[in-house]
C-alpha cells in the first residue's frame, strides 16, 4: 500500500526523504513481486493530488511516471464498472495493480485509532482488507502522523490476525528496503 505521500519526491519533507521516494520509484519500477491495492476512493484520491502535484516535479522516477500515466486508465475503470475487483498487470514494470470492491475494504472500521483523514483512513482499510491474502504488507507513508499515531493496540483488538501482517513504513525505513531486497530483487 502507497500512501500519496510516499509517492510525491517533492514538497516540504527532510531531503533524505525526498531522496529515499525517488529511490523507492526506481526500485519498484524493476520488481516483479509487488502487488499495489486500490479503491475506487483511492484512485480518485491519486488522480487529483498524486497527478497534481507530480505535474511540478521533473523528471519523475519510472515508477511514479508510470502510474502518472496509468491514473486515467484506473479512473475510467472505476467509472464504468463500479462494485468489481480488477485485476491489472502493468505491462511496463511488471507490477501488479488491483482495484478492491468498495464492500471489501468498508468492512473495516478504522475510526479511533489515530487517523483523522479520510484518505490515510482509506489506505489503511485497504491494508486490512488485503491481509489476509498476503503474509506481509507494507503500508508505505511519508506522513509522520500516519507513521506515528495508529493506535496499533486498538487495530490489533479489532483485527489481530490482519493487523499482524502490517507493517506501516516510511519509504526510507531499512527493513523495508532489505524485503524488497531479499524477496524481490533476488528473485530477478
Known sequence: MLDVSALIPCGDKPEELKEAIRQLGYILNNLDCVTIYFSAY???????????????????????ASLLRLLPNLMK??????????KI???????????????????????????????????????????????????????????????????SRRYRNESQKIDIVAPNDPNFMEFLNRECISDN
Open 42 to 64: 483511492l484512485i480518485k484520491v491519486y488522480h487529483s493530488v498524486f497527478s497534481r502535484e507530480l505535474n511540478y516535479h521533473h523528471p519523475l522516477p519510472p515508477f511514479q
Open 89 to 155: 498487470n502493468q505491462t511496463e514494470s511488471g507490477i501488479k495493480y488491483h482495484i478492491l470492491e468498495t464492500t471489501r475494504v468498508k468492512d473495516y472500521d478504522v475510526n479511533d485509532v489515530g487517523l483523522t483523514e479520510e484518505d490515510d483512513k482509506e489506505v489503511l482499510r485497504i491494508a486490512l482488507a488485503v491481509a489476509p491474502r498476503h503474509r506481509k504488507v507494507f503500508l508505505v507513508s511519508a506522513d509522520r502522523h500516519f507513521l506515528e499515531n495508529v493506535n496499533r493496540t486498538e487495530l
Open 77 to 86: 475503470i472505476i467509472k464504468t464498472s463500479r462494485g468489481f475487483l480488477f
